[in-house]
């Protein structure tokens, strides 16, 4: 891909790559999805610094999107951390996570995440993973992680759980190689958000700022969560319904744009 012209979860250099799951062995470079426009690339960019902005990522976290021109590639920053991302930082990959380039930059270890994400949900358009840290606390416990409001709307359709252990005993938690991607992208099925136990969290949504929209408000519902149970003494929550979910989600859909044209500003991307 011409760009004109982690390291969350560690990272790997694409100067001849090989896949997590390849032996080792040296893989040839993908085809590129073609040229992608700079004003696209420096919207991209300025979603990282957006969540980062907004408390959803520190350090640590990365949000991919589907290629424009061609939907078996996916563009995701170098590993570099959210705040700092600009659209220099930009890589291309296949959809099993393989860099279309040999420059010698470093990707995120995580990367299989969104690659496998898209591969299995083509009505996703972007993927956010992140580990915030209102979130956590929900994939730990038996409590699940529930709509507090309309903004959260997308909560009420079911939140699962990723274990990573069910299916790989012990591990370093990371997602780092196809199969463990495969099987995350089981958990999320057909939902917006997946919870990862002892990790973190992924939302996903149809475009860019509906993905950052709903990792956005859900840190904010699972902050309102907590405070909620608190202020009930541990009582039962009128959460949202799944049938107002849905209703509500609907105009989130297109209200969305509100929030991205605000949060482009604050980070100077307006």
Known sequence: MRLFGCSCCGFTSSSRFAPADSGGASAPVPKSGGTVDRKVLEEFAAASRILADQGVVDA???????????????????AVAPALVTADDIMEFDLDSTPCEDRGRSGFLERFIHGQILKARSDVMSVVHSHSQSVIPFGLVATPLRAMFHNAAFLAQGVPVFDISKNFGATDMLVGNNEKGVDLARTLGDKPVVLM????????????????????YTEVSARMQTAATLVGGGGPIAALSKEEGVLADAINLGAASRAWDMWKRRVGAA
Not at 64 to 74: G, K, L, V, Y
């Open 197 to 216: 136990r002892a990790h973190g969290s992924v939302a996903v949504g149809p475009s860019l700022p509906v993905a950052i929209f709903r990792a956005v």
């Open 60 to 78: 640590f976290g990365h949000v991919s999107m589907r290629h424009p021109n061609a939907p078996d590639r996916f563009l995701m920053a170098r």
